[in-house]
């Protein structure tokens, strides 16, 4: 069982480690997988962002991707919001919070999946664009 553990830790950290929100899959792969309760699992996604996101933060800002007029403006707020959410899943019973996440979750695919279908629609005509120049 400890090598589950370690697969699902290390899936969640390279998918933590590129940006793409390790949480989406460590949380689920967690409770499905590992049998962990929902509150132990969003409890151990949070333990384990905050070194991954300090080592993103400071390899964006070397390689200067990241403008420090808006950080604070993005990351004050996001704090303050998380602890608050933290608080409210705190108080909530178990399945529920799962239930929330699972609909955050297909929310989430719904938006991506629009915003990748208008990046492809974008480039289409981008790309239709250059070949009528040409």
């Not at 967690?30 to 933060?57: D, G, K, R, W, Y």
């Amino acid at each position: 069982m400890i090598l589950v553990y370690i697969l699902v830790g290390i899936a969640g950290g390279i998918i933590g480690g590129m940006g793409m929100g390790g949480g989406t899959l460590l949380i689920p792969l967690l409770t499905i997988f590992c049998n962990v309760e929902q509150h132990i699992a969003q409890s151990i996604n949070l333990i384990a962002f905050v070194p991954m996101s300090i080592v993103a933060i400071i390899i964006h800002f070397k390689n200067k991707l990241i403008k420090g007029e808006y950080f604070f403006w993005t990351a004050i707020p996001a704090t303050a919001v998380g602890i608050v959410a933290s608080l409210l899943a705190k108080s909530m019973d178990g399945k529920d919070l799962s239930k929330y996440f699972g609909l955050f979750l297909i929310a989430l695919g719904i938006y991506q999946l629009i915003s990748a279908i208008k990046a492809v629609k974008e480039a289409r005509e981008q790309n239709g664009a250059i070949d009528q120049e040409n």
